[in-house]
């Protein structure tokens, strides 16, 4: 469990679970929390107080204002923000003194938690397997794979010259066929 946030309405049994993102919120528990937040209360932290704990500025803050639900808005800003997280937000709202907030709601986040959980696991099964690096094609062995001049034993002499033949055996029987009205496809190597 994370610290400082209180054990009733089972907030987030576990440490994975305090590091998800803010996205694993869905829009009912949103919605919910916008109830609690968004009533201007004196005795009670509102929206504003927590935007201010949330590191928001005063601009950003009266920015905010002008929304009709301004708590939705908060979430949607803060979460592209580092350090966002359900554990953070919890640990705001243990701070705050919302503790009607996560008694009510901390069933609901656990769920959403778990079903956010289960939908990652479940997206990284179907993956294919693949390495997550890019790298170039070639070989990583000694051994270049296949005959080298070295292989030949005339060397790089007799290698040049049988490449050279098979090249001008391949262009005179083209240029033959073709005289004849007839067509032999040959690759013929640049080297």
Same mark, same amino acid.
């Given at each position: !469990? =994370?610290?400082?946030?209180?054990?009733?309405?089972?907030?987030?049994? =576990?440490?994975? !679970?305090?590091?998800?993102?803010?996205?694993?919120?869905?829009?009912?528990?949103?919605?919910?929390?916008?109830?609690? @937040? &968004?009533?201007?209360?004196?005795?009670?932290?509102?929206?504003?107080? #927590?935007?201010?704990?949330?590191?928001?500025?005063? *601009? /950003?803050?009266?920015?905010? /204002?002008?929304?009709?639900?301004?708590?939705?808005?908060?979430? $949607?800003?803060?979460?592209? %923000?580092?350090?966002?997280?359900?554990?953070?937000? +919890?640990? *705001?709202?243990?701070? *705050?003194?919302?503790?009607?907030?996560? !008694? /009510? +709601?901390?069933?609901?986040?656990? /769920?959403?938690?778990?079903?956010?959980?289960?939908?990652?696991?479940?997206?990284?099964?179907?993956?294919?397997?693949?390495?997550?690096?890019?790298?170039?094609?070639?070989?990583?062995? &000694?051994? !270049?794979?296949?005959?080298?001049?070295?292989? $030949?034993? *005339?060397?790089?002499?007799?290698?040049?010259?049988?490449? #050279? =033949?098979?090249?001008?055996?391949? %262009?005179?029987?083209?240029?033959? @066929?073709?005289?004849?009205?007839?067509?032999?496809?040959?690759?013929? %190597?640049?080297?």
């Amino acid at each position: !469990m =994370t610290e400082g946030v209180p054990s009733a309405g089972s907030a987030l049994p =576990t440490p994975a !679970m305090s590091s998800l993102p803010l996205a694993a919120l869905n829009v009912r528990v949103r919605r919910r929390l916008s109830l609690f @937040l &968004n009533v201007r209360a004196p005795v009670a932290a509102d929206w504003t107080v #927590l935007a201010e704990a949330m590191d928001f500025e005063y *601009l /950003e803050i009266q920015q905010l /204002e002008k929304y009709a639900d301004p708590t939705s808005r908060l979430l $949607d800003d803060w979460q592209r %923000r580092p350090g966002a997280s359900v554990g953070r937000l +919890l640990e *705001l709202l243990a701070k *705050l003194g919302r503790e009607d907030v996560l !008694m /009510e +709601l901390g069933p609901s986040i656990e /769920e959403d938690c778990q079903k956010y959980i289960l939908k990652q696991q479940q997206e990284a099964s179907e993956k294919p397997l693949q390495v997550d690096s890019i790298d170039s094609s070639i070989p990583r062995i &000694n051994d !270049m794979a296949g005959i080298t001049i070295r292989d $030949d034993p *005339l060397g790089a002499v007799g290698w040049w010259w049988l490449s #050279l =033949t098979n090249t001008c055996k391949a %262009r005179n029987v083209t240029s033959r @066929l073709s005289l004849r009205s007839a067509s032999l496809q040959v690759p013929i %190597r640049s080297d």
